[in-house]
């Protein structure tokens, strides 16, 4: 679908990039949210994109390169990647280098989609720092293959796959796991959550389900399955997640103290998010002039979304 990408001026800031593409932003944002709004089932489908492609060899864009034909998209866990998902990052690529030519990376592009997925969803919105460059060649399948498995991960191997790519906390795995708070999987990706479904109803409804339809598509987020929000940890609280995920490993003997600071850090994010979301509603009831003046007394240009 896309081929690399050779910008000789690829801008490394915000300034640079309001100098050489001042347009990027702003057709990404119309591009993203036309499409969106169209469908929001691309909004988890660029989340789930912009993980493939970051979690091997960081934020590359690499996953979309299709060269000698060679591709990312075609080693196991990313055959299941959403083509109307990849298809709109190629659309919106063409749009902004007809509009700029190539000065903006892929990786930039599939950044920004991103975001505006989040904020299309409810979400709020962050920085994206620009000037990422894009690969040269797709990623080993080694690598790719070291992207955690919903099928056999453990709490364990999640902890240990995270803390290799400098995500230590298990805090950090939680707060990552929670953008399954949107899209939607078929029974194959739960199956070993419905073996054994013994007295547990939502794990029997699942089963259910899945044995009338194996291909049916399950709402990772029973509580607001569309909504960027704090359901998905709600629903993992009252033990109503479709994965097993990080608070129910397949080995609970081996891995009882992990899920213990799991679920705490669970708790905490959504706390946090919570939180969050009653400071929000309290600003909003603020004088407009004070809470711009706060606004910008708060910004720290350092708390920007970077992948390096």
């Known amino acids: 679908m896309l081929v690399v990408v050779l910008a000789v001026a690829v801008f490394s800031s915000p300034a640079a990039a309001a100098a050489l593409c001042p347009q990027l932003e702003g057709i990404v944002r119309t591009e993203a949210r036309a499409a969106l709004q169209r469908e929001i089932a691309l909004a988890a489908g660029l989340l789930r994109i912009f993980f493939h492609d970051s979690f091997p060899q960081g934020c590359d864009a690499s996953v979309l390169l299709k060269t000698s034909g060679k591709t990312e998209q075609t080693m196991g866990p990313n055959t299941t990647l959403q083509p109307r998902a990849l298809q709109l990052i190629e659309d919106i690529r063409a749009k902004v280098h007809a509009a700029c030519g190539a000065t903006v990376s892929c990786a930039d592009i599939t950044a920004l989609a991103t975001r505006e997925a989040v904020v299309a969803s409810g979400g709020p919105t962050y920085a994206v720092s620009l000037g990422q460059l894009d690969s040269l060649a797709p990623a080993s399948a080694s690598d790719v293959n070291a992207l955690p498995s919903p099928f056999t991960a453990s709490v364990a191997q999640l902890l240990r796959a995270f803390r290799g790519r400098g995500l230590a906390d298990a805090a950090d795995l939680v707060a990552l796991s929670g953008a399954h708070t949107i899209g939607r999987a078929i029974c ?9 479904p013994g007295n547990d109803a939502f794990v029997r409804k699942l089963k259910a389900d899945c044995d009338t339809d194996p291909n049916r598509l399950q709402q990772l987020d ?11 940890y709600r629903a993992l609280n009252a033990s109503q ?28 994010v959504h706390g946090q998010a919570r939180q969050r979301a009653q400071e929000a509603r309290r600003e909003r009831r603020r004088d407009p002039p004070q809470l711009l003046q706060d606004q910008r007394r708060r910004r720290d240009p350092a708390a920007s979304i970077c992948c390096r």
Request: aromatic residues 8%; proline residues 6%.
């Open 188 to 196: 194959g990706f739960f199956q070993d959550r419905t073996t054994n």
């Open 241 to 268: 997640g479709a994965h097993q995920g990080p608070h129910h490993g397949p080995h609970r003997q081996a891995v009882r103290a992990q899920q213990g600071r799991l679920l705490r850090a669970v708790r905490q």
């Open 222 to 232: 029973v509580v607001t399955p569309d909504a960027f929000d704090n359901g998905y």
